[in-house]
């Protein structure tokens, strides 16, 4: 029995800590983290507390079972801060009439390639209209034109862009054709027989990106910590941007990209 | 005396020789016609469709390629009937069919009007060192750009005022957009190279490059949406070498 009263106390302990943990996961920076167990130990300390129960307590299995969350808690809380990171800034240009529809991205300083394939992206074809027309892959993953008009109506996509050339020939209703696309840039496809019927493809180079209908504010979710560069593309070909290089570790924020105007200073 | 009348006539005749191009003396020339064509299988469809169902007559044979297009009704489907939907690759305008040499130099002069409706060219094929003469027919003032694919292939041009002409001289060579800084929607389609002359045909059109030098051409026939067909000939003096061709939804995408 003395022992299991020395148990419990422990177990609050755990508790406390298990509390902190989600605690911190959730609101508060590593450092603050630290200091608040730091803090807890010397009162504990103070208290006269017999760290040996911390001990005693992982004889039992219990103490097996809080030991394992204990330690996974730790491991995971560095993966879990790194993939909860969120950069956000603004997009800027000195434009009386700013040019629309961007896609702010990030790549890897140096290391250009995504490397997971996400699922494709759907583009549809219906009432002889591309839905939705404007759509974003990341490199390397595809796109799936499907033909879904209610009535027999063939259609056909291709595209003359460099380095994402393709044609999926004539798709009969009811077909659904995937192209993948390898190398990162602005893809503008068509229909051969349908003359209102184009749109456009943003490849970008990581999973990492915000569409904008105008330059504004941003913001970029579960990025990992790291150097990253941000970029923009834009489909308008009179301007570029300035792309900024960051270091990812936690939210960052007040990233300011600008766009200029080609050619002018 | 004579030493005078010599001199001169020595003159005379080498100014004829420099003055008279090599190319008049060759007299070499291209011609042909040129046609744009949707996909057979759907044209087929169509015909077979419209025979089977429709009332309204299609001369499919009076035009080249989709005849009169074909779009849709809500109970047939593309199948036989007419809404401006479809492409009518039977009465497209802007192919281009471009003779290059690369001995040729630009100074072509491509006149273009912008008005208050718009840009009245959507497509040009120009050289380096054409000029696009744009005339500002608007009210207000315009500033042209010419731009590539790069970030760094843009060409900046003074303001317009309005009323204003001003010689835009192309030295960028590629898939360019000549565009408005005021006025996004205006866009030129421009395909531009070096030592290019070109010529704008409506399908079925006929085209023709006269007092040609004898030597190496390359032939290219180009409709923006669909891409390009490229030839090579070589011309002796005095021939006339006559190239047709059909561009083919079926053939060129691809």
């Known amino acids: 029995m003395k022992d299991g009263a020395k148990f419990k106390k422990p177990v609050r302990i755990w508790q406390v800590f298990f509390a902190l943990e989600l605690f911190q996961t959730t609101f508060l920076p590593r450092p603050t983290f630290m200091t608040i167990i ?30 394992l969350a204990v330690s996974w808690s730790w491991i995971a809380l560095p993966v879990s801060a790194a993939v909860a990171a969120t950069l956000s800034g603004e997009i800027t240009v000195k434009s009386k009439r700013p040019p629309r529809n961007l896609v702010v991205y990030l790549t890897r300083q140096g290391d250009a390639a995504a490397t997971a394939k996400p699922a494709p992206v759907q583009i549809h074809q219906r009432d ?34 460099k380095g994402n050339k393709f044609d999926i020939g004539l798709a009969a209703k009811g077909s659904g054709d995937q192209v993948f696309f390898t190398k990162p840039g602005i893809v503008k496809y068509f229909c051969s027989v349908h003359k209102n019927m184009e749109g456009t493809i943003f490849v970008v180079p990581s999973p990492y990106y915000a569409v904008l209908k105008k330059p504004g504010d941003f913001e970029i979710s579960d990025v990992p910590d790291g150097d990253w560069v941000v970029n923009v593309s834009i489909s308008h070909r009179r301007y570029k941007a300035s792309p900024v290089r960051v270091t990812v570790a936690g939210d960052t924020e007040d990233i300011v990209v600008q766009l200029k105007k080609k050619g002018r200073k | 005396m004579a030493r005078i009348i010599q001199f001169i006539t020595a003159v005379l005749i080498a100014l004829t020789g420099i003055s008279t191009p090599v190319a008049a003396q060759d007299n070499a020339r291209v011609y042909g016609t040129v046609e744009t064509k949707g996909h057979a299988e759907v044209l087929a469809k169509w015909s077979a469709s419209s025979k089977a169902t429709s009332t309204k007559k299609i001369d499919y044979a009076a035009k080249s390629g989709y005849g009169g297009g074909g779009g849709g009704s809500d109970s047939e489907g593309d199948a036989g009937s007419f809404d401006n939907v479809a492409i009518n690759y039977g009465e497209i ?9 690369t001995t040729w130099q630009g100074g072509t002069v491509h006149e273009v009007e912008l008005s208050p409706y718009g840009l009245n060219v959507d497509v040009l094929a120009v050289a380096r060192g054409d000029i696009i003469r744009l005339h500002n027919k608007t009210g207000n003032a315009y500033t042209p750009y010419l731009a590539g694919t790069g970030d760094d292939d843009i060409q900046d041009f003074n303001t317009m005022e309005p009323g204003s ?29 070096e030592g290019w002359k070109s010529s704008r045909v409506a399908s079925g059109g006929a085209y023709e490059f006269n007092n040609l030098a004898a030597g190496d051409y390359g032939l290219t026939f180009w409709y923006w949406r669909l891409g390009s067909l490229d030839r090579k000939l070589s011309l002796k003096p005095g021939q006339g070498a006559e190239i047709n061709e059909v561009l083919s939804v079926d053939r060129i995408i691809k």
Request: glycine content about 10%; cysteine-free; proline content about 1%.
């Open chain 2, 93 to 101: 305008a802007d192919i281009f069919v471009i003779l290059s040499n």
């Open chain 2, 165 to 193: 002409v001003n010689d835009l001289v192309v030295e960028l060579t590629g898939d360019l957009e000549l565009g408005l800084d005021e006025d996004e929607e205006e866009i030129i389609i421009i395909a531009a190279g």
């Open chain 1, 128 to 161: 002889r209209k591309f839905s939705p027309s404007r759509v974003v892959v990341v490199q390397g993953g595809a796109v799936e034109f499907v033909n879904d008009e209610e009535q027999d109506i063939d259609h056909n996509v291709f595209s003359l862009s």
């Open chain 1, 38 to 67: 730091v803090a807890l130990t010397a009162d504990a300390g103070k208290k006269g507390g017999d760290w040996r129960m911390y001990v005693r307590s992982l004889r039992g299995f219990s103490g097996i079972v809080l030991g």
